[in-house]
């Protein structure tokens, strides 16, 4: 199975300087989803981004509640906000 690196962001420290979030393997159990949003920072019930790479095929990305503003992704990757 292919693994896919992703990166989270807490939406409340993103803009801060020097903060770089924490990254996750997907697919991911929910234990590794739940270490990575304490790596992340992210406050109980704060919102945050998953951001994934532009070819991360359909099958490993997480349902998610919202997409991608505009349809528009950056070089980067497709950052998904949820929470």
Do not use: W
């Not at 304490?38 to 945050?48: D, L, M, S």
């Amino acid at each position: 199975m292919t693994r896919i690196q992703a990166n989270i962001y807490a939406d409340c420290h993103e803009k801060l300087r020097g903060y770089q979030g924490a990254m996750l393997e997907l697919p991911a159990t929910p234990y590794e989803i739940r270490d990575a949003l304490q790596r992340a920072r992210v406050p109980e019930g704060g919102g945050y981004t998953l951001e994934l790479p532009l070819d991360c095929p359909v099958s490993c990305q997480p349902p998610f509640r919202g997409k991608c503003p505009g349809g528009n992704e950056p070089a980067g990757g497709c950052r998904k906000p949820h929470g």
